[in-house]
């Protein structure tokens, strides 16, 4: 079972929002390149994925591995913190916080006039160790609030990179209403989703995530004809389509958001023509998809740039991580969501025709974040482990 929504009124034009720069710039990138550890996650070329689905091409930007984290969130999220933190140290010094640092100890000595500080956030895994790893870095506190069901090996891979854990019983979208209300001069909280009156800090979420599509523009000749990103709050899809629609006109590409048949939050909200909520419980394998709410801030990019959005059943992303092991990407529930539409889409076929000549751009957005699960579903384990 499946749902494909064609959103008629996507538009191949610039998209704008309210808050945001006019143009995405390479300001994020420039940052991330000064972290410890930072590479560009690798493009990886799929000649016989692409041959098996009658495609021209199959390139998939393999996000199994950032600063060590098996996720892209940690992208998002210390780009996120940076400005935000940059922002406090203006209004409660007084003082423009220097830019001249070069490594991490550097920029922990500008900030720590502002200790003690907690991090905090939501999470159904990877944003919530993203936020704690920059604590980390920064010798700040994290607390993570995580939705009861939370695998716990998710949860124990919070706890290890420092953090506190709260199991909030309910759904993701009652977690973020607790989070909502957490926040103090001492607590600085860092959410991927928005709501009325916290929307600075997710927009720069979405800023952080453009270093992925710089990366890509930087080793793929020209741009692909189709793109399928998985979608959650909406947080790497708007950035997907702030990059592809910045120009404008006829060449930019088809963009697919993905969403498990569960949360279909962005599918539903798209259909009723403004934001609606899909009510729990959201079970899906895929955990970063099991969302109820589009971010208030995504919103307007997902309304205008998304062509289309597919919703799919778990099997789908189990098929998909095993395609991807195949040729050599590791990649959990979630970073399997966008191959597993791809097939959908194709095996579909009506409905959503793919021209035999498309370049096809998928974002794997994980690695392994439940190893037990994973060699469950592919029958080994991880490459490279």
């Not at 690798?42 to 689905?53: F, H, M, N, S, T």
């Not at 019983?169 to 973020?176: K, Q, S």
């Not at 800090?201 to 000749?221: A, N």
């Amino acid at each position: 079972m499946r749902e494909v929504f064609h959103n008629a009124s996507a538009s191949a034009s610039s998209v704008e929002a309210a808050g945001f720069p006019e143009m995405p710039t390479r300001e994020p990138l420039a940052f991330h390149q000064r972290l410890p550890g930072y590479r560009p996650s690798p493009l990886v070329d799929a000649p016989g994925l692409a041959e098996i689905l009658g495609v021209a091409q199959v390139s998939i930007k393999d996000e199994s591995s950032r600063f060590g984290l098996p996720a892209f969130k940690v992208l998002g999220a210390c780009w996120a913190v940076y400005r935000a933190l940059q922002q406090i140290v203006v209004e409660r010094l007084g003082v423009q916080p220097s830019d001249d640092w070069t490594d991490i100890a550097e920029l922990r000595a500008v900030l720590a006039p502002l200790r003690p500080m907690t991090l905090t956030a939501v999470t159904a895994g990877n944003h919530g160790r993203a936020v704690a790893r920059v604590a980390r870095w920064l010798d700040f506190d994290a607390r993570i609030l995580v939705p009861a069901g939370t695998a716990p090996a998710r949860i124990a891979a919070i706890e290890e990179e420092g953090a506190s854990v709260v199991v909030v019983d309910g759904t993701y979208d009652d977690a973020v209403e607790r989070l909502a209300g957490e926040a103090d001069e001492r607590t600085l909280l860092i959410s991927d989703t928005a709501w009325p009156g916290y929307e600075q800090i997710p927009r720069w979420v979405i800023e952080g995530y453009s270093t992925i599509f710089w990366e890509i523009d930087d080793v793929m000749e020209g741009w692909p004809d189709l793109v399928i990103v998985p979608v959650g709050v909406g947080a790497l899809a708007a950035a997907a389509v702030r990059h592809y629609r910045r120009l404008g006109g006829e060449r930019t590409p088809v963009l697919v958001g993905v969403e498990s048949l569960h949360a279909a939050c962005v599918l539903e909200s798209l259909r009723a023509g403004g934001i609606v909520t899909v009510p729990g419980p959201h079970d899906s394998i895929m955990a970063g998809l099991n969302a109820g709410t589009p971010s208030l801030v995504a919103w307007p990019y997902l309304s205008q740039g998304l062509d289309a959005v597919v919703a799919i059943e778990d099997d789908r992303a189990r098929e998909g991580m095993r395609a991807l092991a195949r040729v050599g990407v590791v990649a959990g529930e979630t970073g399997a969501a966008a191959l597993g539409a791809l097939i959908e889409l194709i095996k579909g076929g009506e409905g959503f025709p793919i021209d035999p000549g498309a370049r096809v751009l998928l974002l794997s957005t994980e690695g392994v974040t439940d190893r037990e699960a994973y060699e469950l579903i592919v029958g080994e384990p991880p490459v490279g482990s």
